[in-house]
């Protein structure tokens, strides 16, 4: 009897040490450097804090804006000034599994812009941050999102912020250096990133690899050539009387969609051109017409970016007195499936000055024309119905508005309309300022 009593008491005692090790571990801290688990990811840390800027004072958007007032009003209707108050982004932040730490890092990537510093993570683990208050915060900076310092303001050994310039040969009344490569790739660190947080939370930005792939047909191109495009003007304000020079655009215009409908006014003037033209229309013989579509513009993939963008190109058959006969749709874009495991399951998009073909019999009945019409898509209604359930989670001032996603937030754009005539062979065009006239008043998906 006695050994079997022996045997519990050992039993017991080796139940008792392990899950004390395992209360040891789980509750006992066990902080790992952020470093130490995503070694050489740029997005794992905010850009450091930054120190008040000499001759500007704190390095908010907001005051940089004084001097530079025509590139502060540029970037005020960017979608990288909205990147926090995104209505989508809102609300999938406020999802109880999101890691908003590293949405955060993107989205808004300065330390002054964050209640709260990320000093380690428990046991590795990134869904468990360790946390404490910044006591450099600025709030009006948080609402920056991607702020001007995001690129052009750094410390240097001294603890003192500058401002990285491409061009030498100015006089500001602060600090530069000037690192024109380092401010033109930045881009990369933001747009060019994939990785598999678990098997269901995937980052998948592919444009600068995109970009690099179609070097033959860019070689003297990067991002800034196209989404900053070049303006003779001064950098300042009149009254500070500085020479005019080759400045930048700073409305980083992209997909043409964007984050309420009072910006679809800047988008032209910002240098919007669709990645996507008509090449040509024919009519191949008596029963079929071969509708032709290029990437003429776009240094990527049409579309690129977030994976849910796609292309919607649709042909209405219409008869001698304007009315639908029939219709067809195609789509062009990435395809994934998100569960059980993130998976890209097809990718027919365009690749750069890719010509897609859409041959198509021409319908029964007295068909006069066909109209193409293209829409690019950057959210589908489905997808928006889920995204508003989120409402309730995310901060106050966004929850009634995210409840009305549509009513509040662009979810597509019509990009390119054209009209051919099957007998005269004309082809009309819609032009791009009547297109953006539609959009502006068009809803949803
Ligand atoms: C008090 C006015 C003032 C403020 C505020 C100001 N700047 Fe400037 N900045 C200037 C002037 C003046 C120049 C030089 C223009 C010239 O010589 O043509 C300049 C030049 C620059 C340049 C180009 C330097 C080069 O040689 O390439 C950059 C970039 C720049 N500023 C960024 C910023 C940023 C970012 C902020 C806010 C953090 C800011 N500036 C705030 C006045 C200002
Ligand atoms: C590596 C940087 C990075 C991280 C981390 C990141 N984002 Fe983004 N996010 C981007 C970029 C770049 C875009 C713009 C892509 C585009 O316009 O197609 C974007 C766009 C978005 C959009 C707008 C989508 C659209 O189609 O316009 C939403 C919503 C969003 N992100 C949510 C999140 C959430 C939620 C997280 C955290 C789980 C997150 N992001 C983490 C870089 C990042
Ligand atoms: C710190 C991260 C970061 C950096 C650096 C960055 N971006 Fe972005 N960018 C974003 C995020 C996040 C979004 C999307 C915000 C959203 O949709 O809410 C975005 C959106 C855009 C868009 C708008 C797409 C659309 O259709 O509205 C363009 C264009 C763009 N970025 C170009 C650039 C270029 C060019 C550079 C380099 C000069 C750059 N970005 C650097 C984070 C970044
Ligand atoms: C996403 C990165 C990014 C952001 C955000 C950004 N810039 Fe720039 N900025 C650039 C790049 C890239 C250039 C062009 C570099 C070159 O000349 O090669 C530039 C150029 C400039 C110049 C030099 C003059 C010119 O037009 O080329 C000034 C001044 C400037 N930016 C001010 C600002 C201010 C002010 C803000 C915020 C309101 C801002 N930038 C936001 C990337 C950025
Ligand atoms: C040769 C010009 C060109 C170059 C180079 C270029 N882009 Fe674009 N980009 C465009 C055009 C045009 C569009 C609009 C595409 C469309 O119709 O949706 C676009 C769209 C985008 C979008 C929105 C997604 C979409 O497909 O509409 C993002 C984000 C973007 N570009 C980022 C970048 C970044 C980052 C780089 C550098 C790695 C870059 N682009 C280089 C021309 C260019």
Redesign the pocket.
Known sequence: MKHIKTLSIISTAVLLIASVSFLVWKFVPNPVPVEEVFPGR??AKPVTQLPDLQGVGAPRAENCGKCHAEIYQEWKTS?HSH?LS?L??Q???S?PS???W??????IPVQNQREKIVVALNHGKYEEPVEVPNPGFDPKMKEEAVTCATCHVRVDEQGKSYVIGANGNTSPPHPVKINASLLRNRCY???N?T?E?NSS?V?S?Q?GTELKEAASHFADKDCVSCHLPTVKRSFVIAELGKSKKDSHKHSFI??G?P?KFELYQHQIPGGYSPGIVLESWEKKDSDSILVKVKNQNAGHYL????P??HLKLELIWLDDSRKAISKDEIRIGQEWEWSPKARKTSDNRLRPKEIREWRKEIPEGKVKSAILRVYHI??KNVVSDYVEKYATGAPEQYQVKIKELKKHYPHSSLVLESEFDLNTKKVKNTSLKDLFEINEKRRGE
Do not use: M
């Not at 590293?102 to 989205?107: K, M, P, R, S, V």
């Not at 579309?303 to 977030?306: E, K, L, N, T």
């Open positions: 740029i997005w979608t990147a995104d989508q982004f609300a999938e932040l999802k999101s890691p908003q590293i949405c955060l890092n993107c989205h660190d933001c747009h990133e990785y947080l939370l980052c930005f444009t992209g997909g969609v984050k579309p690129s970016g977030d849910e963008r950057r959210l």
